[in-house]
């Protein structure tokens, strides 16, 4: 049997104005916006409308009855932002919460009030906690939608027991339905002032006299039609949580709520033999704010100690301030691992390994991720682009490594522009200068001439030269472009060979 | 010292050289070379046009090809004489026979079959081992290559620019001395220009079914198998001068020019000892009797007299016998048939049943024949039943050898859209 | 001495080299590493593994040397760690010693002290074949901290010194590699074979020495000195 919990607020939009300046909650105040070439009220507060004044009323003839009147300027689309807000921090209650516009939530409590012992416990934190942000909150909670809403907005009892949800309609108004207010007029009219006057009437009649939204309402109210809400954030299949009545505020006390949390989640992972290759552990604060850390592994794992190590060093960052209520931990990315798997990743010593892959998880936990390489050969001449990073730690080679030219074991990042003596054209150099220091060029291959690959980049050739000089230091040195009697020649080291 | 080209891949090796035999005799022209070979992939096909491209310019033109061999290193290959040529033709063709299409498979024995009168230029691998040496197993064949050929075979140098041409040069100098195998200079050339290296490029992609993204290592890491002007080809030989002479010399013993193939024709398509104008001016009087019955319309006697006395002026009739040939062997067959282009306008045709179009119902335009064949040699497409058409190959094959019709029916051109899209496809 | 007292000692002496740093990996499932006449110089004639080894002098001569005894631990698989703060090692040139690149996983780190956390990490994990680490300076207390995590995990390190203070370190050898003209056969254009002068400096329980080795066709070999060795300036390292 499903729950729901449905929030009422009586003054949204004047409550939003008091909690950013409290000395209008003692006043009467309303939120007016210029209509025809009048101002009228969209919202009054809890004193204007104990003095009368009501959404739609003109703001001259709201002065006239309540002096002292202060008017706010209406905002465009505050309470649909609003509402969406107070959803994202009800996720604390439960993770499906959903906007009720124009002045309500749904939250889907199904299996939540347990942790809050009973349903009225937990509804009463619910409302209480709103209520200390500032809100004026009614709630009521059902097994259908339909009810809830109901009894948030006009019954005597918030918490509708479960299986009762027929009787708790019966005496309430037909507004209570969720109609349009000509439907409720019509009703009124012949009578039909509460639930129970109609509700046992033949269906046809009803669907005759009052159209076919009525019908609809009352089955979703009765647990005859399903209704579904649209949750402020998509469900999370690989999701755990663990709410805490009492905030956490100590270091070990979020160490034991994550290792709980990873304990329900791995052995989910194992029953369905997945492994997370993606994790995020969220703590929501009491004061609303949502500390989070995220942690990456390089094949699917559900090892708990491993997880666990690798969260270790990101903990300290949380700061939980006045408390964390609420513990989540999620895995966005979660792929297929099955038991055969680890056993052939335990014993294996290459890059299947699975102890080298978590060690290169809690590398990248520590230093970032972006620190570790590992490179692929890349079907290009030019010597930068002869490798390519890979996209995993298993990543397989797609041609072989070949080394029919010999290339050097340090490669600087950037050539590095050098003076050189050297025969015209194309022949080997015989001095070159670097770092202060004449070398002269013993033996010599080349040139090895490059061309820039034009598809990618337009640019001269590179004429490549490996040299070694008097003292056996063998360098790599390029002359860019051809020798060209009329412009300077330009020559670089790029590396150093063995 | 001057220097002879005797490595050059034009566009009819397909999709590997990037410009036309013309494109290179003229370049070859510019820098004052008097001769260039042309050696295309297991195919001759790129010579006619260069050697009348040649004769434009004044440039001899030596006949070659490049042997791929499915079990040993390429093979250069010049004939010397007209014999030598017909071997080469015949080892081509016996290539062209065992494989699908367009494809040449060819042994080593093949080559040691048909190879008097050819010399043979050997191609190194383009790497040495890790002892900087060449592979034992070049070697190996290099031995066997000059026990089979004798003194007909020379070792092919290239300056590559990839880093260790001094190296390889140094080696091949060693091998050659070793084996007494004269080396030659070439540069193995595969367009005229180095500005041709993108089309190059995308000939390559084409070739592989690849994109420029994807060619990887199938592209020439630079341009430099271009066409280079002699001084050049003397400087990067400086140290090896004799390769650069060697050229000359295997130029000069190769004395078989195109020209003394002008008028080789099937011989065995006349009966009984006829001319072929002979035996076209009976098939022709016979057709005439069949298509027209006894008694032949004045004007289509006129206008047979005409044509055959103008076929007899131009040498055409053997081609008019092969087309009639195969269009009988079709009929025998029961293959369906129609020729036309430019000489099936004629009368001669409608008699030899190669067209069906009456000239008494259409005035013909034997005249349109006249004025084209007078400027071009004639032209009769004729298309076959579609799923047949394989037959009427077998039959040309069978009966005139492969190598002369191969000519015609496996050079591949990439025709214009088709090449557009193939670039296209290259860039991704 | 009495021939019992000879075996006595022979054994304690063995049995002493694990308490100081020298382990035998058992069932010997390590391909040894063939440095020719130097192994005769290393306790047990076999190149130390489990150890933690240091490496002074010409850079990519360094990293060459040393290449080419990672490939003889890479042969039976596994995966070398390669950990540095500034590096210029080009991967494809590591093909020269037989070594797949791609086995070689790059750590690109902003500090030594990162460095030397990620190092002492990475020794103590077994499924490595061997970890490489540059670095400008080694402290003794951590030298002493990574070849404890190699007694423990019998991984091999080795440190590659990079232009810094050179201090005394708890590493088990010193080595100094220092480039040296290439080798070739007469006549032949061009560069040879690379040709390093290596010397031993410090080796514990063995006898330090200094040789002339090359690398070709995928093995160490020593070659005899030449008559006149050119002079080199010398460098600080």
């Not at chain 1, 004047?14 to 070439?37: E, I, M, N, Y």
């Not at chain 2, 190959?393 to 002369?404: C, E, L, T």
Request: charged share 25%; net charge neutral; with cysteine.
């Amino acid at each position: 049997m499903s729950r729901f919990v449905s929030v009422w607020f009586r003054h949204l939009i004047t409550d939003w104005f008091s909690v950013r300046q409290p000395s209008l909650k003692s006043k009467p105040f309303v939120v007016t916006a210029p209509s025809h070439g009048r101002m009228v009220i969209t919202a009054v507060n809890a004193v204007a409308a104990s003095g009368g004044l009501y959404p739609g009323m003109v703001l001259a003839d709201a002065r006239a009855l309540v002096p002292g009147l202060t008017a706010m300027d209406h905002r465009p689309n505050l309470s649909a932002t609003l509402l969406h807000k107070i959803a994202e921090w009800c996720i604390r209650f439960t993770p499906c919460v959903a906007v009720d516009e124009p002045d309500g939530l749904l939250l889907d409590v199904t299996g939540c009030a347990h942790l809050w012992h009973g349903e009225e416990k937990y509804l009463a934190t619910i409302v209480k906690r709103l209520e200390e942000r500032g809100y004026s909150t009614r709630a009521g909670m059902a097994d259908t939608v339909g009810v809830a809403w109901a009894v948030a907005r006009f019954g005597k009892h918030s918490v509708i027991k479960s299986g009762t949800d027929t009787e708790a309609m019966w005496h309430l108004p037909p507004e209570a339905l969720r109609l349009e207010p000509e439907v409720v007029e019509r009703l009124y009219k012949l009578g039909l002032r509460q639930v129970h006057d109609f509700i046992g009437m033949p269906r046809p009649a009803l669907r005759r006299r009052f159209g076919a939204a009525l019908l609809l309402r009352l089955d979703q109210a009765m647990g005859r039609a399903t209704e579904t809400i649209h949750p402020v954030q998509p469900a999370e299949p690989w999701q755990e949580r663990l709410p805490c009545l009492e905030p956490i505020i100590t270091a070990t006390g979020i160490a034991i709520a994550l290792e709980r949390l990873l304990d329900v989640l791995c052995q989910r992972l194992v029953q369905s033999e997945k492994g997370l290759r993606l994790a995020r552990f969220k703590g929501y604060r009491v004061d609303g704010k949502i500390e989070q850390v995220e942690i990456g592994t390089h094949r699917p794992s559900n090892n708990k100690k491993h997880l666990c190590k690798l969260f270790e060093d990101k903990l300290t960052t949380i700061e939980p301030d006045l408390g964390i209520e609420l513990f989540v931990l999620e895995a966005p990315t979660v792929e297929a691992h099955t038991p055969g798997q680890s056993a052939l990743w335990e014993t294996s010593r290459g890059l299947e390994s699975i102890r080298l892959s978590e060690l290169i998880d809690r590398i990248a936990g520590r230093v970032g991720a972006d620190r570790i390489h590992r490179y692929l050969p890349d079907e290009h001449h030019w010597p930068e682009r002869s490798i390519k990073p890979a996209g995993s730690l298993q990543q397989q080679p797609a041609i072989p490594w070949t080394l029919e030219r010999p290339r050097p074991l340090q490669l600087l990042a950037r050539p590095e522009p050098i003076l050189v003596t050297a025969p015209i054209p194309d022949y080997p150099p015989m001095l070159f200068r670097y770092q202060g220091h004449l070398h002269k060029i013993a033996k010599a291959d080349g040139p090895e001439r490059i061309e820039a690959e034009w598809w990618l980049r337009n640019g001269e050739h590179r004429d490549y030269y490996y040299v070694e000089d008097e003292d056996g230091q063998r360098y790599w040195l390029f002359r860019l472009g051809h020798y060209q009697s009329d412009q300077p020649v330009q020559w670089f080291l790029h590396g150093f060979f063995v | 010292m001057s220097y002879t080209e005797l490595q050059v891949t034009t566009n009819f090796s397909f999709l590997r050289g990037a410009s036309h035999p013309e494109e290179l005799v003229e370049q070859a022209s510019m820098y004052g070379y008097s001769r260039i070979a042309i050696t295309d992939r297991n195919s001759l096909a790129g010579i006619v046009r260069a050697h009348v491209a040649a004769k434009k310019k004044g440039l001899t033109i030596i006949p070659a090809c490049r042997l791929d061999l499915l079990d040993g290193p390429s093979l250069l290959a010049y004939p010397t004489d007209r014999d030598a040529y017909s071997r080469l033709s015949g080892l081509l063709t016996t290539g062209n026979l065992r494989a699908e299409k367009g494809k040449c498979h060819l042994y080593k024995k093949d080559v040691y079959e048909y190879a008097r009168g050819l010399l043979l230029i050997a191609l190194p691998p383009g790497t040495l081992n890790e002892r900087f040496e060449y592979d034992p197993s070049f070697v190996k064949v290099l031995q066997e290559y000059r026990e089979a050929f004798g003194t007909q075979l020379f070792l092919a140098a290239s300056r590559s620019y990839q880093g260790d041409d001094a190296k390889k040069l140094y080696r091949l100098n060693q091998l050659a001395k070793q084996w007494s195998v004269p080396l030659v200079a070439t540069n193995d050339v595969h367009y005229h220009h180095p500005d041709r290296r993108q089309l190059q490029d995308i000939v390559t992609c084409v070739r592989e079914k690849c994109t420029i993204h994807t060619a990887g290592f199938h592209l020439h890491p630079n341009a430099e198998r271009y066409l280079k002007p002699i001084a050049e080809m003397q400087r990067l030989f400086r140290q090896y001068p004799d390769a650069i002479h060697q050229t000359q010399a295997v130029a000069e013993a190769c004395r078989f020019s195109l020209d003394e193939l002008k008028y080789v024709y099937p011989e065995e398509i006349t009966t009984g000892g006829r001319t072929p104008q002979e035996e076209l001016t009976m098939l022709t009087w016979q057709g005439a009797q069949e298509r027209f019955g006894a008694t032949i319309p004045e004007k289509m006697v006129t206008a047979i007299q005409h044509e055959l006395s103008f076929i007899g002026e131009m040498n055409y009739a053997a081609y008019f016998l092969t087309v009639h040939d195969i269009v009988r062997f079709a009929r025998q067959q029961s293959i369906l048939c129609q020729g036309r282009g430019s000489a099936a306008n004629s009368t001669v045709c409608y008699c030899l049943g190669i067209t069906s179009v009456d000239p008494t119902k259409f005035d013909l335009l034997f005249e349109r024949f006249l004025s084209s064949a007078r400027n071009e040699p004639p032209d009769i497409d004729v298309d076959f039943e579609h799923e047949r058409r394989e037959e009427v190959m077998q039959y040309i094959y069978r009966k005139y050898g492969r190598d002369r019709a191969a000519i015609v029916a496996t050079v591949t051109q990439q025709h214009q859209k088709g090449a557009i899209r193939d670039v296209g496809k290259a860039m991704g | 001495m009495p021939s019992d007292k000879i075996d006595i000692i022979a054994r304690l002496r063995q049995e002493l080299l694990p308490l100081q740093g020298f382990r035998h990996v058992a069932g010997n499932s390590m391909p040894g590493v063939q440095l020719g006449p130097i192994n005769g110089h290393f306790p047990g004639r076999v190149f130390p593994l489990g150890a933690v080894h240091e490496w002074i002098g010409d850079e990519a001569a360094s990293s060459g040397f040393v290449a080419g005894i990672l490939a003889a631990l890479m042969r039976k698989g596994g995966v070398i760690l390669w950990i540095s703060t500034s590096r210029t090692l080009f991967p494809p040139a590591l093909s020269f010693f037989g070594i797949q690149p791609d086995q070689i996983i790059f750590i690109d780190l902003a500090s030594e002290r990162e460095l030397l956390w990620v190092m002492e990490e990475a020794l103590k994990c077994q499924s490595l074949a061997a970890v490489v680490g540059e670095l400008r300076s080694l402290p003794f207390t951590a030298s002493r901290r990574l070849q404890l995590a190699v007694e423990q995990s019998q991984v091999t390190g080795f440190i590659l010194r990079r232009p810094g203070k050179l201090t005394t370190t708890a590493c088990v050898t010193r080595w100094k590699i220092t480039a040296l003209p290439s080798t070739q056969e007469e006549q032949l254009p061009g560069i040879g074979f690379p040709v390093w002068n290596v010397e031993l400096l410090k080796v514990r329980n063995g006898r330090p020495g200094s040789w002339q080795l090359t690398w070709a066709e995928g093995m160490f070999r020593e070659i005899a000195p030449a008559a006149a060795l050119p002079q080199r300036q010398k460098k600080i390292v």
